[in-house]
């Protein structure tokens, strides 16, 4: 009679250990810079009548973009976009100038979320502005940077972003630890049938 409480209760311990690691991984992985997935040849660089670039040369660490100056007098944009891996958080930092000698109002930069622009510079700021911004993606969402032109003249503007990060599919150490448990407590519930048919 007590071996068998003692069973339950063990199999009753390993079942709530399993269940509360699993909560606390509920959150998926991050991938810290432009790696884990998103790598430099995951995404995709898009001119949109414009000449900008994009510059890959300091990642995983960061990329720099810069927005069109052809000359058209018509707007344009430069978008440098990759697909989410899985639901999270997407956060950054970022540097911009401009060298429009008419100010940023003319070259702004922003982040895309399928296919919408959110600008992030001040039309009143300097040419020199940065800052810190996270918006939340569902995966297969279609998120990244861009740099746009209203009037494609007298200078492009460049970002650089850096300290990137990105939801991964990948599951957690917690999670992988709650499966073993749960392994485990499966493998000691055999061994005990096992053992009271004997």
């Known amino acids: 009679m007590a071996i ?3 069973n339950k209760l ?6 709530t250990a399993a269940i509360s690691l699993s909560l606390l ?3 998926p992985a991050q991938a810290d810079g432009f790696s ?27 990329i720099s973009l810069t ?6 007098g018509y707007s344009g944009s430069s978008w440098y976009t990759a697909t989410s ?30 296919g919408v622009f959110t600008k992030l510079t001040s039309n009143s700021g300097g040419k020199n502005q940065f800052g810190s911004a996270s918006f939340a993606v569902l995966a297969g969402d279609l998120f990244g940077f861009g740099v746009n032109t209203a009037d494609n003249t007298l200078g492009a503007a460049t970002v650089t972003v850096s300290n990137f990060a990105a939801p991964q599919s990948v599951p957690e150490p917690g999670t992988i ?4 448990l749960i392994g485990l407590g499966g493998l000691l519930t055999k061994k005990k049938l096992n053992a009271s048919d004997n």
């Open 4 to 6: 068998n409480l003692l």
């Open 10 to 15: 063990s199999i009753a311990t390993v079942s």
């Open 25 to 27: 991984s509920a959150n």
């Open 36 to 62: 884990d997935g998103y790598e430099v040849e995951n995404w995709t660089f898009t001119n949109n009548n414009a000449n900008g670039f994009v510059n890959t040369s300091n990642a995983p660490e960061s």
């Open 67 to 72: 927005g069109g100056n052809n000359g058209s």
């Open 85 to 114: 891996l899985a639901d999270g958080l997407v956060s950054f930092d970022w540097s911009y100038i401009t060298n429009d000698v008419d100010g940023p109002t003319w070259d702004p930069f922003g982040y895309i979320l399928n």
């Open 177 to 180: 630890a709650a499966l073993g």
